[in-house]
């Protein structure tokens, strides 16, 4: 179930040709972050909890050489049907991340993300300009997540 508080703010979704376990298997799995997250260069390091409450991953963020190195942290975690991040990236501030997974049958499901900046710079920009620059890095990252877990689906399904 959808939380009230998503529905709130401009989200993106994006249907799925694999169950909602295949999307969580991606998200997971830390070391994949930099592969689906639009704006993330690397990863550094991962806590072995990801992606339990509280745990940890290191990233940096832009490109080289001007890089900022920084972490995302675990709020909320539901498996496989809700991930919340706090995402980190210095100066520019930090932003909160929701993703949803609602089942649409045994092999498919819908993905849902809804971001929004918490602090920084990021939330001085009014809501309607930082929503037009978040939905379209957004909706990338969803087709990169459903991208990486529909292509693991099918080969682990063979």
């Given amino acids: ?25 991606v998200l997971s799995d830390g070391w994949l972050y930099a592969s689906w997250v639009v704006g993330a260069s690397r990863v550094r390091d991962v806590d072995p909890r990801w992606p339990s409450p509280g745990a940890r991953l290191y990233h940096s963020v832009g490109l080289w050489p001007a890089l900022l190195s920084d972490f995302t942290e675990v709020e909320a975690s539901l498996e496989p049907h809700r991930l919340v991040l706090i995402a980190h990236a210095k100066v520019i501030g930090s932003a909160r991340v929701e993703i949803t997974i609602e089942p649409d049958g045994p092999e498919a499901c819908t993905v849902t993300m809804a971001e929004d900046a918490t602090s920084g710079l990021g939330k001085l920009v009014p809501m309607p300009a930082r929503q037009a620059m978040i939905l379209p890095r957004n909706r990338e990252a969803l087709r990169r997540l459903v991208l990486l877990a529909e292509g693991r689906y099918r080969a682990e399904s063979g």
């Fill in 1 to 25: 179930m959808i939380e009230p508080d998503i529905l709130k703010r401009p989200q993106i979704s994006r249907f799925a040709a694999a169950p909602a376990e295949a999307v969580w298997e």
